[in-house]
Each structure stands twice: as C-alpha cells, then as structure tokens.
C-alpha cells in the first residue's frame, strides 16, 4: 500500500483581516531573592504590574535621580507562585491548541541567572512547564494513540501513514537493529528526574477528537555560537564536551570527533525545519521525558560568577503532534493525505543575556557571551521592526536572517500560530540595568500581533465511529461466548436437533428374553406408530408453515417489487430533478461568473471614478482656495482703498473748510474796512467842519502807555474788532467760568474778562443751574515753547431729567509770540493822512493780533487746530 503524506498547516502570506490577529502574549516572573538582607529594587503592584526603581548605590552614581518605573504585562507571577499555576495560565492553552492542530511557541527570557531554565525544566518534586506540557499531552491522547511507526516523518517535515503491516514490519526491522532502542515507557526511570514528573497529575484537554490516532514526536536541540547541534544524535564519543587545555584549545586526540552542525530549510508550506535532526517517536510522558533528560546531559553548560550552571546556548525542545482519522468503520487509519495534521509546540529556553565586566568572562566564555548577546540582540531588532511595520504600515525587511534563531522561529511571527513569552527577572539591586531593559524589551513585544491559527478542517465522516466499532467489538466477543461457550468451560448444550428428538415418546426396552413374550412387540409397535402419527403432523405442519412461508416471500417480493419500482419512480425523478437543478445550477454559475466580471469591471470603473472625483476634489479644493485667497485680496484691497478714499477725502475737506475759512476771514476783513472807511466819510461828511487833529505817528503811539488791545472777549460786551455778528448776547446771560486750579497767570496785555461771572474750579450742578453759558479756560505749550491759552464756549441746557447741560459752541485761541522777524508795514513817501490815520488802526491792530482762530461746534476743524490771519495788503 502507498503511504500517504501529510502537510503542515499552511500559513496565509499575509494576514488581509486585522480581527485575526493576537498579540504575542507576555508574561513575567518574579525569582525570590536568594539571601533575605538583598537589596530589591522590582517590586509586584498588581496582578498585571511591576514596578522597577533604581537601587540605593545607582542614585546615588547618578547625582541622587530617583525614578520609578511601572511595567505592565498580561500577567505577574510573583514570587511565592508554583509551576502548576504558571502551566495552568500560560502553558495549557498552547498544548489544547496543540491537539486542535494548531502550532504554538513558548520562550523564556531574561538575563542570567533569572531562573530561565528553572521555570522551562523545575526541580525534584516541581516540575517545570516542559514535564507538565509532556503529562498533558499523554493524559489527553493516551486511548487513542496509534501504534508505533503507523506515522513516518520525512526528511522534508512532513509525516506519511503507513498501514498496520507495514508498521509492524517497521517494528521488527528495528528491533533487529543493534542500534540502541528507545526507551519503552515501562522501565525503571532514572532518579535524576523521575521526581520531576508528576504521575498523579490529571490535567487534560477538554476537546479530544476521539475518532482520531495520534503519534507523538520529540527532538531536541540547541544554537551554540550561532550553530544548531542535534542534543539526541548519538555520536561515537562525547564529542559535545571535548576535554580542553590550559590555553582553552581542544586536545588532539584520535578519538575527537567535533559535532556536525545542522543546516536550516524552509517546506513546501514556507515552514522552517532543521534538517537530519533526529526525531524520536514517543507513547509515554516517562519516555519522552528521558528523552529530553538525555538530551540535556548534552547541552553546553558553564559556571560564571553570576550564575554556578550558566546555558551557553539556546535550547529548542520540539513536540510534533501528528493526528490522522480513523476510516469509516471505525477500524483503520485513513490513507488520505489532506486529512493528516501536523502540529508543533516548541519550548524555548533561551540563553541569558550577561555583561562581561560582572561575569569576568575570558577565552570561550567570552565568544559565547558575544555570540548569545548578538543573537539576542537580533531577536530585539526584528521584534522593533516587526512593530514598526504593523504600527505605522511600513514594509521594511525584517533581519530574520542575521541569526539562526529568529531565522528558526520566522514562520512563527510572519505565519501563524500562538506566541507567549515569560520574562524571568532576578530583584536584587546588582540586575538593575539588564533588568530594565529586559522590561523595556518586553513592553515592545506586547505591541507585535500574530496571525490567529485557522482551524482544522472537518473530514466529513460520521463522529462516534471508534465507540461504535468498540461496541461492535464487544457485542460479538459476547455472542460468540453464548453460542459456543468459552474454551474450557464444561459440558457443552444440547442443540436444537437433540431437543426436538427428545420430545418424541420414549421406546419401550426391546430386549426379547422369552420367545413366548407378546408385550415387547405390540409395546414398541405401538411406540413407533406413535412416533409415526406425530413424524406426519409434523411433516403436514412443516409443509403448512413452508407454503404459508412461501406465500409470505411471494407477498414480500411483490411488496419489495413494487416498492423498488417505486423508489425507482422516485429515484428517476429525483434524477431528473437533480439534473434540472445541476443545470440551473450551471446556469447561476455562468451567471454569477458573468455578474462577478461584470462587478470586478464595474468595481474598476467605480475605482476610475473615484481616482477622478478624488482629483477632481482636490482640483475644486485648489480652486477654492484660491478664489477664497483671491477675494481676500480683494476684500483687503478694497478697505485699503476705501481707507485711502476716506483719509483722502478726509484730508482734502479738512483743506476746503480751510480755505474757505480763509476766504470768509478775508472777505469779512475787507467788509470791515470797507464799513470802517464809509464810518469815517460819514463823520467827515456830517460833522462841521473843524480843524482835523493831527495823526498822531506810529512813534508816538509806541511810547504811549496805552496797553494792547484786547482779543475779542467772549462777554457781551463790544469787541474791538468782531468776526461775528452772532457773538453779541443779551445783557442778562450769566456766565460760568471755569479755570482750573492748575491755571498759571499770564503777564500778556490781553486778558479774558468775562462780565457777570461765576468763577469756579470745577464745574457743579448748582453753577450751571444759575447760568446760561459756559467758559472753560485751557492752557498748553505751543510748538514755539509759548503759553497758548484757549477760551471753550458753550451753552448750558437743561435736561429732561433735571440736570444740566453744556453744548460747546466757540473756541478762542489767545496766544504769545516773539515779534523777531516780523515784518513791519512801511509807510509811503505821501501817505495821506486821513487814509493813512485808518489805515494805522486797523494795521496795528491787524500786526498786534495777526493770530486769531473762532471755532464753530460740528466744525471740522477740532481744538487742536489753529489759524494764523492772512495779512491785509494796502490798497493802493
């Protein structure tokens, strides 16, 4: 019979859905402290949290920081925690999955001395996970194993299913081998490690399929100086631990033979294997773990000054689940390829991390830390860009290549299958720095997810078939014990054939002694027609019961005749039925090939439209943007230009209203004189005629101690030379006169008088209730350094609430300047003296008071403001 292979569980290239994915699952524990005086400087918060905080001697090397840390992890095992309870927490779910078919890796990490190879191996009394990973898995698949050598794995990892004979003449090949056989799981074990297995413990998976057979593989091995070596190859001499010299070289010796390094492949499936890594079948926990205790004689261990038995290499200890289905009756292993699984669980004990300059490493020791760090190092590197590439959708290449053994665990991470790591830390102070990075390590790796493991596809036979042919089995043992009894058991039963004869009349004795003997004779013939009688009923009955029993078959097979042409009626229509509905079947299926290229045709055009709408979008939102900016510098050029109209316009009536105050001045100047000199004829012509007096000259009047003339008073009393008609008032306006105390004297000729006045210094509601007008007196310092005083008219109104008001109406400016430079009006050769005598008064007056401003309220022209006189030219 051809043996059927089986192969691994593929593993999708890339995960498309992100539900189905896990993140690796990291957990920590605690070691006690070997010695209670200890400085700790790791402390447990919670269930999930350790807190981390530099020791005394650190502070103090760092200028007194002191800085707490907390981690969190999945879960926290402190230090009083056994191994049954960290198996039950993270081992256990990696061994269910494991008879599920789905592959599962668990590593220990941490720095030397952490109690790494104490959680992965335990001690006499407590085993660690890997004795209780073995004991769970044979608790759970004990019953249902099959018999050694029905699963062969291949050179290619991959598993063939040989039939009963082939496996049993596989048997006896080997035992005719001179080769030492495997262990049998019944013999003495070895008291090195038979205390660390536990053979009361009933831990086992809930959900076995009973209706499969099972065979378990073990294989053992470790990754010294980046170099995998097989633990259970069987070598001519003990060529793992050569004997060395002073000057840490292996003696020359004939018998030396060095170990042969294993080569790294990759399967069919894109799964790494070690090649030609001796693989043993095992059907017991006692037998595989003296297979693994085997092993670990061999590996490559050291005492340090940090740790006694320091591992110099990374061990890997596979456990392949190989699991086929039975056939339908229940009996034999079933020769299809695509229904065999095979699943793997690897326990890693990884090397720890150490520092040279506290381990005093020299020689070999030295490269094996160099080579452990760089490997460790590298496991970091690709966990950080594994991260990267996940967190932020990079797609940078992971180094799984820089070390065998992220090269060995690559399926793990890309592929599929369940990840958990247990941190093992050592609290004492002197680990303070490996420790937290060992943390900070840790707390990367929660972030990486792996994709979920699919699960085992169903065979499709009918489940119960084992139990079933079990009851079989039994139910037959048992009727064959009841109809032909059990070997040795005693006098055996009558059949049916001497029960019927005995139920016949017995015979008479036949036995003649007396030749005059009548009884004998009649008796037996008697007897005999008896017999006869019942022989011929029995005959009638028989034949009664055949013909009744031939009308029954007769019956039987017209009712099974008509029955079958039924069901053959039926049978063609369900036919017809059946093609009709493989027809329209055909029919939906061209459809829905014609409507999936129709949707992947439409699914582009729609992905056309959309690179377009999005473009078009983004066309429309540069357009936006750019009308938005372009109105913006429109609006912004607008209320420039508006503000440039405004202070223009602004500017050029404040220049009109000048002017035309200049004009009106003017011409109002002109008026005066003009009404002046029609004064003066009139006199002249009204008044008799007299001696005109003499003029007198503009010397004599500057040495007469007449004072100044007075600017126009804001009183109503006349002034000299009045620009207004309106400033006239009525005889009985009272006034406020408000100077503030700050008012300094000034010594000028012309002084504000202010008839019938109240003088106040500030104004009150009782002064401009008795008054009608208002004067505020207000002093500055002019550009030329001179005092400039301003008068503020106003007019008090009374409010509809009761109180008072001041309108401001005029403004007069009183103010002193230096007569140097000001150029004096020349008298002619001929003056004429009655033109020159009106001349010389409103000339001198003009020339005194050249200054003279009059503010009107709404006028533009605001107090800050003021106007210098044009002067009068002489007509000629």
């Known amino acids: 019979m051809k043996a059927a292979r089986a192969r691994t569980p593929r593993r999708p290239r890339k995960?498309?859905?992100?539900?189905?994915?896990?993140?690796?699952?990291?957990?920590?524990?605690?070691?006690?402290?070997?010695?209670?005086?200890?400085?700790?400087?790791?402390?447990?918060?919670?269930?999930?949290t350790v807190q981390i905080h530099p020791?005394?001697?650190?502070?103090?090397?760092?200028?007194?920081?002191?800085?707490?840390?907390?981690?969190?992890?999945?879960?926290?095992?402190?230090?009083?925690?056994?191994?049954?309870?960290?198996?039950?927490?993270?081992?256990?779910?990696?061994?269910?999955?494991?008879?599920?078919?789905?592959?599962?890796?668990?590593?220990?990490?941490?720095?030397?001395?952490?109690?790494?190879?104490?959680?992965?191996?335990?001690?006499?009394?407590?085993?660690?996970?890997?004795?209780?990973?073995?004991?769970?898995?044979?608790?759970?698949i004990g019953p249902f194993q099959a018999k050694r050598f029905v699963f062969k794995l291949d050179d290619k990892n991959g598993v063939e299913v040989q039939s009963e004979v082939e496996a049993l003449l596989e048997r006896q090949r080997r035992e005719a081998l001179p080769t030492p056989k495997t262990p049998a799981g019944k013999r003495q074990l070895d008291p090195e490690f038979a205390e660390m297995i536990d053979a009361q413990d009933p831990c086992r998976a809930e959900e076995v399929d009973e209706d499969n057979v099972y065979g378990v593989f073990v294989s053992y091995i470790e990754i010294y100086n980046n170099y995998i070596y097989d633990l259970l190859e069987e070598a001519p001499c003990d060529s793992i631990k050569p004997k060395w010299n002073n000057c840490n070289t292996p003696v020359r010796n004939g018998d030396f033979v060095p170990p042969q390094s294993k080569i790294l492949r990759e399967d069919q499936n894109h799964n790494m294997y070690v090649t030609g890594c001796t693989e043993v079948e095992v059907k017991s926990t006692e037998e595989a773990f003296e297979v693994f205790w085997r092993g670990q004689k061999k590996r490559r261990i050291a005492n340090t000054q940090l740790n006694r038995e320091s591992s110099r290499s990374h061990s890997v200890f596979i456990i392949k689940l190989a699991q086929a289905p039975l056939d339908a009756d229940g009996d034999n292993v079933l020769q299809e390829k695509e229904q065999i699984t095979l699943s793997q669980l690897s326990l890693v004990d990884l090397a720890g991390s150490e520092r040279t300059n506290r381990t005093k490493a020299e020689g070999n020791r030295l490269r094996e830390a160099g080579n452990i760090n760089q490997s460790l190092m590298t496991l970091r590197t690709c966990i950080e860009v594994l991260r990267e590439n996940q967190l932020y959708g990079t797609n940078k290449m992971v180094p799984y290549r820089d070390s065998k053994l992220t090269h060995l665990f690559k399926n793990y991470f890309d592929g599929e299958g369940k990840v958990r790591m247990i941190v093992c830390v050592n609290p004492k102070a002197e680990d303070y720095e490996e420790s937290l990075q060992v943390m900070r390590f840790a707390e990367m790796t929660q972030e990486v997810e792996v994709a979920r493991p699919l699960d085992r596809p169903l065979c499709g036979l009918t489940p119960g078939r084992r139990l079933r042919n079990q009851a079989f089995r039994e139910e037959l043992s048992r009727k064959l014990e009841l109809r032909g009894g059990p070997v040795g058991a005693g006098p055996e039963e009558p059949s049916a054939a001497e029960l019927f004869f005995q139920s016949f009349p017995p015979l008479p004795p036949c036995e003649l002694l007396d030749i005059n003997d009548d009884q004998t004779l009649p008796k037996l013939i008697e007897a005999l027609e008896q017999r006869h009688k019942m022989r011929q009923m029995l005959t009638e009955e028989f034949a009664k019961n055949v013909l009744a029993f031939k009308t029954m078959l007769q019956e039987f097979d017209s009712s099974v005749a008509s029955k079958e042409n039924y069901i053959q009626g039926k049978l063609a229509e369900k036919e017809k039925t059946i093609s009709g509905q493989k027809t329209e079947l055909e029919r939906l299926e061209k459809k829905i090939k014609t409507l999936e290229y129709k949707i992947e045709i439409l699914e582009k055009t729609a992905t056309i439209y959309e690179e377009d709408k999005r473009n078009l979008q983004q066309e429309l939102e540069s357009k936006s943007q750019k009308l938005q900016r372009q109105a913006s510098d429109k609006r912004r050029l607008e209320a420039r230009l508006q503000g440039m109209v405004a202070e223009t316009s602004l500017k050029w009536e404040k220049e009109c209203e000048r002017r035309v105050a200049a004009k009106q001045l003017e011409m109002q100047n002109k008026l005066w004189v003009k009404d002046e000199k029609l004064k003066q004829l009139k006199a002249i012509v009204t008044e008799p005629r007299a001696e005109r007096p003499e003029r007198p000259s503009r010397e004599r009047e500057r040495e007469k101690p007449l004072p100044r003339s007075v600017s126009p008073s804001p009183a109503p009393s006349t002034p000299v030379a009045p620009l207004r008609a309106r400033r006239s008032r009525s005889a009985g306006e009272r006034w406020v006169d408000h100077r503030p105390p700050s008012h300094v004297p000034t010594e000028t000729l012309l002084q504000p008088r202010v008839p019938r006045a109240i003088t106040v210094g500030a104004p009150s509601e009782r002064a401009l209730a008795r008054c009608d007008r208002y004067l505020l007196t207000h002093q500055e310092l002019a550009s030329d350094g001179e005092i400039q005083t301003k008068l503020i008219k106003g007019d008090v109104f009374k409010t509809r609430g009761g109180g008072q008001a001041v309108q401001f109406t005029d403004i007069e400016t009183l103010k002193q300047e230096s007569p140097t430079g000001r150029k004096r009006r020349s008298s002619p050769p001929n003056p004429d003296p009655a033109g020159d005598a009106a001349d010389s008064e409103w000339t001198d007056v003009e020339t005194r008071c050249s200054v003279a401003v009059e503010m009107r309220a709404g006028s533009a022209l605001g107090p800050g403001f003021q106007h210098h006189a044009q002067p009068k030219r002489r007509k000629p």
């Open 15 to 48: 995960a498309t859905n992100p539900t189905q994915k896990d993140p690796v699952g990291v957990y920590c524990r605690v070691r006690p402290l070997s010695r209670a005086d200890q400085e700790c400087c790791i402390e447990v918060i919670n269930g999930t």
């Open 55 to 140: 020791p005394e001697g650190y502070r103090v090397f760092r200028n007194g920081e002191y800085r707490e840390t907390q981690y969190s992890f999945k879960e926290v095992f402190g230090t009083l925690v056994v191994q049954k309870e960290l198996f039950d927490v993270v081992a256990k779910p990696l061994v269910e999955d494991l008879i599920r078919g789905k592959n599962g890796l668990l590593f220990t990490y941490g720095v030397t001395g952490s109690g790494k190879t104490h959680t992965m191996t335990g001690s006499p009394g407590d085993g660690g996970l890997l004795p209780r990973c073995l004991a769970m898995i044979f608790n759970s």
